[in-house]
Nanobody, 129 residues
Framework: QVQVVESGGGLVQAGGSLKLSCTAS???????????MGWFRQPPGQRREGISC????????VYADSVKGRFTISRDNDKNTVYLQMNDLKPDDTAMYFC???????????????????WGQGTQVTVSS
């Protein structure tokens, strides 16, 4: 069993920054580096979309075009935590942000929602203009 909990959301002005964290709790013998991790978001009234993911080792990352160059995903396997550094935030970034884990030892990761195995409850990010 894997549980993931997001934190770090909040209210920020346009142009500002936030750093989201997602910490996983795993039942033995599962290990955090058995999982690729992804960040998704769901704006009000819209579908959830994948915005970034990172392979189990951290060597490979993927970004949606909407966040490329502004957001950076990283992970610390010793802390069972994945991060999303969000810079130059825009009002369109307002959404509930979700962390998800995908059992994978592949070299890459993907942003397919249906392929994620575990989800957090989300953390709200609101960007004011």
């Amino acid at each position: 069993q894997v549980q993931v909990v997001e934190s770090g959301g909040g209210l920020v002005q346009a142009g500002g920054s936030l750093k989201l964290s997602c910490t996983a709790s795993l039942s033995s013998p599962l290990a955090f580096d058995d999982y690729a991790m992804g960040w998704f978001r769901q704006p009000p009234g819209q579908r959830r979309e994948g915005i970034s993911c990172i392979s189990w080792s951290g060597a490979n990352t993927v970004y949606a075009d909407s966040v490329k160059g502004r957001f950076t995903i990283s992970r610390d396997n010793d802390k069972n935590t994945v991060y999303l550094q969000m810079n130059d935030l825009k009002p369109d970034d307002t959404a509930m942000y979700f962390c998800a884990a995908q059992a994978s030892n592949g070299i890459s990761c993907d942003l397919e929602e249906a392929r994620m195995d575990y989800w957090g409850q989300g953390t709200q990010v609101t960007v004011s203009s």
